[in-house]
């Protein structure tokens, strides 16, 4: 397909709602990868998907987040019980590991506001 | 583990001022190394990247970086910057195994 993908492009949501973000990879990219990006301040490391490994959870900031990526394709990223600190923009990326030296591809972004 | 280290988290130039962006990062093995750039409600996109051979690499829009590797370090050049450069520029470093780490970003802005 062109693209990574991602929606919704906004969300409003109110503290303690759940939201969920998905993003669509580039078709038969390997790698998958959720960034966050406040206002400000630089790329934060969520969570990767490479394959059929497990994912490195290691940026996750708390247990109220929580992503899954379904068929080594679309993923969805949760976040339970939503805080206004959890505004921030939400980014995807994919990347075909192995060739292009890993160069990722990103998406939109969704725009996420917590009232 | 790999962490990108960005000195500059905010320069101002004026138009035709030369650039340049620090860039150390921290891994004992073979590494892939990028600069990304986020110009104002765009997408982040690659500008350039090295692999292997030549270490000054030539990107986009008249940018070029530097590997050294005794220094670990990936700087990013410009000679001469202009209005149209404003953006955040990332670096970032990727190993064989495919994950990457991104430094925290450098906003440019460039006084026409």
């Known amino acids: 397909g062109a693209g990574v993908s991602q929606s919704p492009s906004n969300k409003v949501t109110e503290k303690g709602k759940d939201v969920e973000l998905r993003c669509d990879p580039i078709?038969?990219?390997?790698?998958l990868y959720w960034y966050r990006q406040s206002l400000g301040q630089g790329l934060e490391f969520l969570i990767y998907f490479q394959g059929n490994s497990a994912p490195d959870k290691s940026g996750l900031p708390s247990d109220r987040f929580s992503a899954e990526r379904t068929g080594g394709s679309v993923s969805t990223l949760t976040i339970q019980r939503t805080q206004q600190e959890d505004s921030a923009v939400y980014l995807c990326a994919s990347s075909l590991v192995g060739t292009d030296y890993n160069e990722q591809f990103f998406g939109p972004g969704t725009r996420l506001t917590v009232l | 583990a790999q962490s990108v280290s960005q000195h500059n988290h905010h320069v101002i130039l004026s138009e035709a001022a030369s650039l340049e962006l620090g860039c150390n990062y921290s891994y004992g093995g073979t590494v892939n190394l990028f600069w990304y750039v986020q110009y104002p409600g765009q997408h982040l996109q690659l500008l350039l990247k090295?692999?292997?051979?030549?270490?000054l690499v030539k990107g986009i829009k008249g940018f070029e970086a530097e590997f050294i590797k005794s220094k670990f370090s990936f700087n990013l050049r410009k000679p001469s910057v202009q209005w149209s450069d404003t953006a955040e520029y990332f670096c970032?470093?990727?190993?064989?195994?495919?994950?990457?780490?991104f430094g925290d970003g450098t906003t440019l802005t460039v006084k026409p």
């Open positions: 078709s038969g990219h390997t790698a």
């Open positions: 970032a470093v990727s190993t064989n195994a495919g994950k990457s780490t």
């Open positions: 090295y692999f292997s051979g030549d270490p």
